[in-house]
Structures are given as structure tokens and as C-alpha cells.
């Protein structure tokens, strides 16, 4: 099993241009989630799929969208990125909604 | 607002000696995880603590749950270079939603 896996691991952007992260997991889990690590800040959730077919904010929502496509997928993207949203991006997944399990994160730099 | 409030932010010591890491909140928490987090990589579950007053222990560290579930250590016997890493608390209130530490940054030299 690959537990969480994301693409892309690194990414640089140039301020307003879009992209997308994709998020799969393997582990059959029902939740998922976005975070974002930035020093000092610990993690804080953008967005989460508590099922498939459901998505809700978290704490900073602004700036992103995501889309569950199906229970294995959660995508998260960046409409007109800005340097604010340079940062590690963490996807995770859960069976109980509590412990989860991260990918190995995707790290973004917005010039 | 940071509700979970990690202590210290960065602990630097010699292989061999104790420490202990605190993770203190106003709040109660239904559950509280630890995680470690290695350089270029995400967080890994270590432990989940439930019911006030518990005491897990893993090898050499003992994870135990405030009475009043508002707090939470981590105490690490022996520490050992593998210990190396970022060790975060996270405090569940509901169900889907986790309040994360910003962290304690562990170095153990050799």
C-alpha cells in the first residue's frame, strides 16, 4: 500500500497563474484533507471531505477550491496564485476523522 | 488564535538525557494525537490519547493526558538521534477537525 501519495512535489509559480494539487490515498479511508505548514504556524486546515461527495472550509479557505472526485481523490487548487500562498501543502486522510495519515507534502514557492 | 500552545518551541540536547514537552490548551479536547514530523516529510501518528489521566507509552516515551483533557506531555527517556524531529499535539473537539500545536523542534546531538 502507498498510504497517501501527492504530485507535485515541488512547484514554483509566477504570481497569477493556476494549478492543481492532486491528492490519493489507498487506505479506503472516508475523510480527507488540505493543510498548509508555514514556520512557527504548525498546521492549518484549508479545506476537508469529511465523504465523498461532501467538502467544507476550514481555517484559511481563501484563495482555494478542491474537489473530492471520488473517495480515493481529493484536489486542491490555486486559482490566481499570490506569494502569500507559498508554503508546504499536506494532504491527509482518515478513517475516524481523527487520526490522520499524511502524504509526503507538496512544496510551493509563489514568485 | 493558537488554542494548543506547545512547549518549549526548540530543545536542543545530548543523547542520553530525559526531556519532557508540554501541550497545554483553555480547551477540552474529546482525544488528543502526537505526531513526529521529519525533515521533507509529513507528520506520522505516534499516539492517541482518550480518557483523562491516561499514560501511554511507546518504547522510551510516555505520552499521558491531562485529568481535565485541556493538556497533554511527552516524555522521552534516553533520547536518542532517531528522536530528531518536529513533535506536534493535536486536540480534537469534533468530529473531522483537529487544533494543531505549532510544535516542538527536537534536536538530540550525539
Known amino acids: 500500500n502507498a498510504g497517501v501519495t501527492q504530485t507535485p512535489k515541488f512547484q514554483v509559480l509566477k504570481t497569477g497563474q493556476s494549478m492543481t494539487l492532486q491528492c490519493a490515498q489507498d487506505m479506503n479511508h472516508n475523510s480527507m484533507y488540505w493543510y498548509r505548514q508555514d514556520p512557527g504556524m504548525g498546521l492549518r486546515l484549508i479545506y476537508y471531505s469529511a465523504s465523498e461527495g461532501t467538502t467544507d472550509k476550514g481555517e484559511v479557505p481563501n484563495g482555494y477550491n478542491v474537489s473530492r472526485l471520488n473517495k480515493r481523490e481529493f484536489s486542491l487548487r490555486l486559482e490566481s496564485a499570490a506569494p502569500s500562498q507559498t508554503s508546504v501543502y499536506f494532504c491527509?486522510?482518515?478513517?475516524?476523522?481523527?487520526?490522520?495519515?499524511f502524504g509526503p507534502g507538496t512544496r510551493l514557492t509563489v514568485t | 488564535t493558537q488554542l494548543l500552545e506547545q512547549s518549549p518551541q526548540f530543545l536542543s540536547i545530548q543523547e542520553g538525557e530525559n526531556l519532557t514537552v508540554y501541550c497545554n490548551s483553555s480547551?477540552?479536547?474529546?482525544?488528543l494525537q502526537w505526531y513526529r514530523q521529519e525533515p521533507g516529510e509529513g507528520p506520522v501518528l505516534l499516539v492517541t490519547?482518550?480518557?483523562g489521566g491516561e499514560v501511554k507509552k511507546l518504547k522510551r516515551l510516555t505520552f499521558q493526558f491531562g485529568d481535565a483533557r485541556k493538556d497533554s506531555s511527552l516524555h522521552i527517556t534516553a533520547a536518542q538521534p532517531g528522536d530528531t524531529g518536529l513533535y506536534l499535539c493535536?486536540?480534537?473537539?469534533?468530529?473531522?477537525?483537529?487544533?494543531w500545536g505549532a510544535g516542538t523542534k527536537l534536536i538530540i546531538k550525539p
Open positions: 490519547v482518550v480518557t
Open positions: 480547551s477540552v479536547f474529546s482525544s
Open positions: 491527509a486522510s482518515s478513517w475516524t476523522g481523527v487520526e490522520q495519515y
Open positions: 493535536a486536540g480534537a473537539r469534533s468530529n473531522y477537525q483537529l487544533i
